[in-house]
C-alpha cells in the first residue's frame, strides 16, 4: 500500500492564486521529505528538501519566496505555489525514505497535477 | 559534474524481453536506482544496486557495472502492463539523486 500520501490529486486555479498541497507519511515518520517537479516528457527536478523543524532548503533556480514550504510535524509536509501563473502548472511530486538511510530508495506521493489558468 | 543517459524510447513485443540501458558519469557514486512511471502517475520503486553485479526481482532484473558506469533494467515476459516510463537515477557523494529524462517503453501485442 501506498506509504507516502498526498493531497490534492489536481488542482486547477487562477493566476494569482495560491495552491496548497499538502505530502503526509503514513505509519512512519519523515524527518526529510522531498519536493519533485516534472514538467512533460522531462526528468523529475527537485525542488526543495523539506526538513522537519527547521527551514527548507532549496534547488538553485528555485525561488523560495513562491514556493513555500512548512515541515510542521514529523508527518506532514506543505508546499504552497503562491500567486501561480500558468508557466507553474506541473506535476509536483513528494518523497520520502521509509527507511532510515540516505541511500534508501524514495517512495512517492501520487503527485499533483497544477494547472494554471 | 553530472551527467546520465538513457534511451529516450524503446518498443518491444508482448511477451519478449526488452533491456533499459543507463550511462552515468560522476565523481561519487552511492548507488543507481530504477523506477517504473506509469502515464500521470508518481514513480514507484524497483530496483536499487551498489555493487556490482546482477540484482533478480521476479520478472525485473537490474545489473550494475560500477567502474564502466553502466546500468541496465531487463524485463522479461513483458506485459501490456508494463508500458511504462523507467527512470533511471544515481545517486552522488551526496546522496543527492541525479535523475535520467526515463525511457518510454511501449509494449505492443
Known amino acids: 500500500g501506498a506509504v507516502v500520501s498526498q493531497h490534492p490529486s489536481w488542482v486547477i486555479c487562477k493566476s494569482g492564486t495560491s495552491v496548497k498541497i499538502e505530502c503526509r507519511s503514513l505509519?512512519?515518520?519523515?524527518?526529510?521529505m522531498f519536493w519533485y517537479r516534472q514538467f512533460p516528457k522531462q526528468s523529475l527536478m527537485l525542488m526543495a528538501t523539506?526538513?522537519?523543524?527547521?527551514?527548507?532548503?532549496?534547488e538553485q533556480g528555485v525561488e523560495k519566496d513562491k514556493f513555500l514550504i512548512n515541515h510542521a510535524s514529523l508527518t506532514l509536509s506543505t508546499l504552497t505555489v503562491t500567486s501561480a501563473h500558468p508557466e507553474d502548472s506541473s506535476f509536483y511530486i513528494c518523497?520520502?525514505?521509509?527507511?532510515?538511510?540516505?541511500?534508501?530508495?524514495?517512495?512517492f506521493g501520487n503527485g499533483t497535477r497544477l494547472t494554471v489558468t | 559534474g553530472q551527467n546520465i543517459d538513457q534511451p529516450t524510447e524503446m518498443t518491444a513485443t508482448e511477451g519478449a524481453i526488452v533491456q533499459i540501458n543507463c550511462t552515468y558519469q560522476?565523481?561519487?557514486?552511492?548507488?543507481l536506482f530504477w523506477y517504473q512511471q506509469h502515464a500521470g502517475e508518481a514513480p514507484t520503486f524497483l530496483s536499487y544496486?551498489?555493487l556490482d553485479g546482477l540484482e533478480e526481482k521476479g520478472r525485473f532484473s537490474s545489473f550494475l557495472s560500477r567502474s564502466k558506469g553502466y546500468s541496465y533494467l531487463l524485463l522479461k515476459e513483458l506485459q501490456m502492463k508494463d508500458s511504462a516510463s523507467y527512470l533511471c537515477?544515481?545517486?552522488?557523494?551526496?546522496?543527492?539523486?541525479?535523475w535520467g529524462a526515463g525511457t518510454k517503453l511501449i509494449i505492443k501485442p
Open positions: 518523497s520520502a525514505r521509509l527507511v532510515r538511510g540516505d541511500n534508501s530508495p524514495l517512495h
Open positions: 505509519d512512519f515518520q519523515a524527518t526529510t
Open positions: 523539506s526538513n522537519e523543524g527547521s527551514k527548507a532548503t532549496y
Open positions: 560522476t565523481s561519487g557514486f552511492n548507488g
Open positions: 544496486n551498489v
Open positions: 537515477a544515481y545517486m552522488d557523494s551526496n546522496y543527492q539523486l541525479i
